[in-house]
């Protein structure tokens, strides 16, 4: 609002309910004309004034999009919001362009995954850090009071374990984590289970961070029995799954009764206030947003690059994949160092997941790749 109405003197800017579908639906209810009184305290605030909506995008839904702005005279457009907030954008501005319109666009993406392509970090990254670290705290000291205790914690995360191993990175009270990039198994000599067991004999308590997408790095042989037991869910609960199953594992085979507490913050991590950090980026990707559209500039997203703002062509960030963990990353082996965890994998499922891990970081260096080659004729034009 400040670098819009102060910094430029715009007249008149709108904030639109419930994402894409808030252009067409309730209207106008759902257009609010919003000003510096409106947006008094919001900072202070968690979650988002505006919503957010988990509606399908439709070539209909967009061209009943772009027809309200032209109704309403509309000439900046400015989308917050992840990958599908940004993909929807990119399709109304190939409808803008193909309209001819004189209409500007500029996407800020926002993901608390922090998986976004080629950005150093996503506006609340760091608030989710934060107060991820205070339930792993919380973990470590329940599972600290009791005999052989076991804290589980789920985060966010659902393709990506950024959050759980930044995390884990910087509570140091971690001892095992999982994420979906990465293979893991249960059960065996070398698998998950016995990892847990051998470190509660030996410390009298462990400390585990799951992300909550984590199931899709078990095992094809482990999946289906997670399938099997949690049947019904799209994408099912590994934390709540291994909260129930590794009592029973611990009794029958070491004839231990483990003391497992289960924490999952996601919904009040996601409802808290912004830290100073990610409220400071905020302010200044809106300042920028708003300043390259005045400087001529359109089509692109703005985000932070080697600590520099920087605009990234809206098309070319669409296009690329979402980062995700290397095994062979420095960060996912600084954790290795901080956790001492091994890879709980059988040395033949090592090799077998090592290599189709290797495989599918192949394809998306090669998507880079021919992104780069893209790139050149922005240059070039």
Same mark, same amino acid.
């Given at each position: 609002?400040?670098?819009?109405?102060?910094?430029?003197?715009?007249?008149?800017?709108?904030?639109?309910?419930?994402?894409?579908?808030g252009f067409t639906e309730d209207f106008p209810e759902n257009w609010i004309?919003?000003?510096?009184?409106?947006?008094?305290?919001?900072?202070?605030?968690g979650g988002t004034f505006l919503g957010t909506s988990m509606e399908e995008f439709s070539l209909d839904l967009v061209e009943k999009a772009v027809e309200r702005l032209v109704?309403?005279?509309?000439?900046?457009?400015?989308?917050?919001?992840?990958?599908?907030?940004?993909?929807?954008?990119?399709?109304?501005?190939?409808?803008?362009?193909?309209?001819?319109?004189?209409?500007?666009?500029?996407?800020?993406?926002?993901?608390?995954?922090?998986?976004?392509?080629?950005?150093?970090?996503?506006?609340?990254?760091?608030?989710?850090?934060?107060?991820?670290?205070?339930?792993?705290?919380?973990?470590?000291?329940?599972?600290?009071?009791?005999?052989?205790?076991?804290?589980? $914690?789920?985060?966010?995360?659902?393709?990506?374990?950024?959050?759980?191993?930044?995390?884990?990175?910087?509570?140091?009270?971690?001892?095992?984590?999982?994420?979906?990039?990465?293979?893991?198994?249960?059960?065996?000599?070398?698998?998950?289970?016995?990892?847990?067991?051998?470190?509660?004999?030996?410390?009298?308590?462990?400390?585990?961070?799951?992300?909550?997408g984590a199931y899709n790095g078990l095992i094809h042989?482990?999946?289906?029995? $997670?399938?099997?037991?949690?049947?019904?869910?799209?994408l099912p609960d590994l934390a709540a799954f291994i909260k129930k199953d590794l009592?029973?594992?611990?009794?029958?085979?070491?004839?231990?009764?483990?003391?497992?507490?289960?924490?999952?913050?996601?919904?009040?991590?996601?409802a808290t206030k912004a830290v100073s950090t990610d409220a400071d980026m905020a302010s200044k990707l809106a300042t920028v947003a708003v300043h390259s559209v005045m400087a001529g500039f359109t089509d692109c997203v703005v985000g932070i690059v080697r600590n520099s703002a920087v605009m990234i062509p809206l098309d070319i960030f669409i296009e690329a994949k979402n980062r995700k963990i290397k095994r062979k990353s420095p960060e996912w082996q600084r954790l290795l160092q901080s956790t001492g965890q091994a890879h709980f994998l059988s040395d033949e499922n090592f090799k077998r997941m090592s290599d189709f891990e290797a495989k599918e970081n192949l394809k998306r260096k090669q998507t880079y790749m021919d992104i780069k080659k893209q790139s050149q004729s922005y240059k070039e034009s």
């Open positions: 609002m400040e670098a819009i109405k102060q910094g430029i003197g715009v007249n008149k800017v709108y904030g639109i309910k419930w994402g894409f579908s004309e919003l000003s510096a009184d409106k947006l008094h305290e919001a900072q202070n605030r109704e309403m005279k509309i000439n900046h457009v400015y989308v917050i919001g992840g990958d599908g907030s940004m993909k929807g954008l990119n399709e109304m501005r190939e409808l803008i362009r193909e309209s001819k319109l004189k209409i500007s666009v500029i996407g800020v993406p926002v993901a608390i995954d922090n998986d976004l392509p080629y950005v150093d970090r996503s506006i609340g990254y760091e608030t989710c850090l934060e107060n991820a670290i205070k339930a792993i705290d919380s973990a470590n000291v329940e599972a600290e009071a009791a005999e052989f205790g076991v804290g589980i $914690v789920r985060l966010m995360g659902k393709h990506c374990g950024f959050i759980a191993l930044g995390s884990t990175l910087a509570s140091r009270d971690v001892n095992i984590c999982l994420v979906p990039e990465l293979h893991f198994q249960l059960k065996g000599d070398q698998g998950l289970y016995e990892a847990i067991m051998k470190r509660a004999k030996a410390k009298g308590h462990v400390v585990i961070v799951i992300s909550e042989e482990d999946r289906e029995i $997670v399938n099997k037991a949690m049947a019904g869910e799209d009592g029973a594992y611990a009794t029958a085979e070491h004839k231990v009764k483990l003391t497992i507490k289960y924490l999952d913050p996601m919904e009040s991590i996601r």
